[in-house]
């Protein structure tokens, strides 16, 4: 049974987080884990008030974030009522990176879904600034992250943007494969260069172990030029292939740390307009993959 964990601040980005993973899932058994997190401003001195109306402060925001949560699942059963899926709720006083990654750890989450949500004007940026600070700490699970007003599309068709210089190893590509069959989509393998020209003896080495790890699931190459900027590139070609959801790996010099490092008038070109699943580097710490945890991860 999958275990997924799901952010929430009761907001309707939050729900419609919710909603999308309800709707990816709704053919699987999984336990979804809603999240909120409160840090209650502590009063530093006697002349702050810790009470307001006779009840604690910390009390309060506490109260608030468990009766929210219960709240939210009593909207999910409403809205979707299905048997496939329970669920748990977890209040906590710290902060949402520390937290997701510390149950991340101790439940053995297979997904992390969270919604997605920038500033405005210049400001702008592909991601909210939680959903980033999630994604480069979240070490052990892929997160997937959900725009704020993306309506749920099967996806069937799956960009994976790779510059095929690092060697990916097959636990870190399940995530993205076992997706891919459990909705019978093409995996469209984009490499994005900033000058067209041949691939070294490395990167067509890479390729070639990509393709071995694909052979069977249908997918095809693309080399595309850069276009200002490489979240530009990726939003032009996902637009162009009608692509409903795009998958990297987030590791040291990749697409993902490319596109955090942007500049910000760079990155204001880039929407976010479709789901964004990234799969974190496994590195050497024999991480096992969800599949060869359940032996069929989504399954």
Request: glycine content about 4%; overall charge negative.
């Amino acid at each position: 049974m999958q275990k997924i964990l799901i952010p929430t601040d009761f907001s309707e980005n939050a729900w419609n987080a919710i909603s999308y993973a309800m709707h990816l899932f709704s053919n699987r058994k999984c336990t979804f884990y809603f999240l909120n997190t409160y840090t209650p401003v502590i009063p530093s001195s006697r002349f702050m008030a810790n009470m307001v109306d006779g009840v604690r402060i910390v009390d309060a925001v506490r109260d608030a974030s468990e009766k929210g949560l219960q709240q939210t699942v009593e909207r999910v059963k409403k809205e979707f009522n299905n048997s496939n899926h329970s669920f748990e709720t977890i209040s906590s006083f710290n902060l949402l990176v520390e937290e997701v990654k510390d149950i991340v750890e101790e439940l053995g989450i297979h997904l992390v879904i969270t919604g997605t949500k920038g500033a405005s004007g210049i400001d702008e940026v592909f991601m909210g600034s939680n959903t980033v600070r999630i994604i480069k700490n979240t070490k052990r699970c892929p997160v997937l992250a959900i725009p704020q007003h993306f309506d749920f599309i099967t996806p069937s068709e799956i960009a994976f943007a790779t510059d095929f210089n690092r060697f990916y190893s097959s636990s870190e590509l399940q995530p993205l494969l076992d997706l891919a069959d459990m909705f019978k989509a093409t995996i469209r393998i984009v490499h994005v260069q900033y000058k067209l020209k041949a691939l070294s003896e490395l990167q067509q080495f890479n390729l070639n172990m990509l393709r071995r790890y694909m052979k069977d699931t249908e997918h095809y190459v693309h080399t595309v030029s850069e276009l200002n900027s490489v979240s530009h590139t990726l939003e032009m070609f996902s637009e162009e292939l009608d692509i409903h959801l795009l998958a990297m790996l987030n590791y040291q010099h990749s697409y993902m740390e490319k596109m955090t490092r942007e500049p910000i008038v760079k990155r204001t070109a880039f929407h976010t307009q479709i789901p964004l699943f990234v799969i974190p580097e496994l590195g050497m710490n024999g991480i096992a993959s969800p599949v060869e945890e359940e032996n069929a991860v989504y399954n």
